[in-house]
């Protein structure tokens, strides 16, 4: 069964930073493009960043681009996302998902937000003052 558990969200002032972190697993994490959405009540589903099976290709929605970074283990089977530089409309909870297809990687950002597959509870991120 595929589980992919979120963790590091919290509360942070405007500016600040948070590292979050996905551990997967029922799955060969290693063959599979991952990304990062976000959802809030107003906006609904967002898609944020993905990277590719290798760690090699990354890519961003505008909003983020310069202040959030996606990453990956392939060993420790763990997803990352570190935000800097954080904003009030960053506020949402976020979300660890793969692509269904093993070794895709597409561009996701002229894809549904719903594309890549959400097997998570997700994690909250709070900027508030």
């Known amino acids: 069964e595929v589980q992919l558990v979120e963790s590091g969200g919290g509360l942070v002032q405007p500016g600040g930073s948070l590292r979050l972190d996905c551990a997967a697993s029922?799955?060969?994490?290693?063959?599979?493009?991952m990304g990062w959405v976000r959802q809030t009540p107003g906006k609904g589903l967002e898609w944020v960043s993905a990277?590719?099976?290798?760690?090699?290709?990354?890519m961003y929605v505008d909003s983020v681009k310069g202040r959030f970074t996606i990453s990956r283990d392939n060993v420790k089977n763990t997803l990352y996302l570190r935000m800097n530089s954080l904003k009030f409309e960053d506020t949402a909870v976020y979300y660890c998902?793969?692509?269904?297809?093993?070794?895709?990687?597409?561009?996701?950002?002229?894809?549904?937000?719903?594309?890549?597959?959400?097997r998570g509870q997700g994690t909250l991120v709070t900027v508030s003052s």
């Open positions: 998902a793969k692509d269904p297809n093993p070794w895709d990687y597409r561009n996701y950002a002229k894809l549904p937000a719903g594309y890549l597959e959400v």
């Open positions: 029922g799955f060969t994490f290693s063959s599979y493009a």
């Open positions: 990277i590719n099976s290798g760690g090699a290709s990354t």
